[in-house]
């Protein structure tokens, strides 16, 4: 049986940091240099999204792509895990030690949203650096603020059952 992997503090940290520095919403004929300089490898192109290997195995990363600009970069930092207690219980624990060394490294968090796909998020300027909590996995994503505001309106519509 192979070891769970899940980025250490500081990988977390450097990744968030580096996310961060990209002029974002990015021009997605580019992706391919942005992947290159991540050492990510580009495994599905098209119109509408990029499928990357972020270092997780070949779905471990997915760009989605709005009038030609990425607009949503989502990264797996973790390994899955089977979806029982045990599995489940390290996930939390991984996005716990995620989110405490996050807000060391990029200070407090803008918005902590608990649920059952908790999230904590840094916004910035033009797009916003947010840690998610799935059952399985850990993600990490850069989202355009725009997108990210259309996406919190289509959940609180659902919320309250008008869609």
Same mark, same amino acid.
């Given at each position: 049986?192979?070891?769970?992997?899940?980025?250490s503090d500081d990988q977390i940290v450097d990744l968030?940091?580096?996310?961060?520095?990209?002029?974002?919403?990015?021009?997605?004929?580019?992706?391919?240099?942005?992947?290159?300089?991540?050492?990510?490898?580009?495994?599905?192109?098209?119109?509408?999204?990029?499928?990357?290997? %972020? $270092?997780?195995?070949?779905?471990?990363?997915?760009? @989605?792509? =709005?009038?030609?600009?990425?607009?949503? !970069?989502?990264?797996?930092?973790?390994?899955?895990?089977?979806?029982?207690?045990?599995?489940?219980?390290?996930?939390?624990?991984?996005?716990?030690?995620?989110?405490?060394?996050?807000?060391?490294?990029?200070?407090?968090?803008?918005a902590r949203i608990p649920g059952e796909s908790a999230?904590?998020?840094? %916004? $910035?300027?033009?797009?916003?650096?947010?840690?998610? @909590?799935? =059952?399985?996995?850990?993600?990490?994503? !850069?989202?355009?603020?725009s997108r990210l505001a259309a996406r919190d309106r289509?959940?609180?519509?659902?919320?309250?059952?008008?869609?």
């Amino acid at each position: 049986m192979t070891e769970w992997r899940a980025l250490s503090d500081d990988q977390i940290v450097d990744l968030a940091r580096r996310l961060r520095s990209v002029n974002w919403p990015y021009p997605a004929a580019d992706i391919p240099e942005l992947a290159a300089s991540f050492g990510w490898q580009v495994k599905t192109t098209r119109p509408e999204w990029v499928r990357l290997d %972020a $270092g997780f195995g070949r779905s471990s990363g997915m760009i @989605h792509i =709005d009038a030609d600009q990425a607009v949503d !970069l989502t990264l797996q930092v973790t390994d899955f895990v089977d979806s029982d207690p045990a599995g489940m219980a390290q996930t939390t624990d991984a996005f716990a030690r995620m989110t405490s060394a996050l807000t060391e490294g990029l200070g407090e968090p803008t918005a902590r949203i608990p649920g059952e796909s908790a999230e904590v998020r840094w %916004a $910035g300027a033009e797009a916003t650096i947010v840690l998610r @909590h799935l =059952d399985i996995t850990v993600q990490l994503a !850069l989202i355009a603020n725009s997108r990210l505001a259309a996406r919190d309106r289509t959940i609180d519509l659902q919320e309250k059952g008008l869609i």
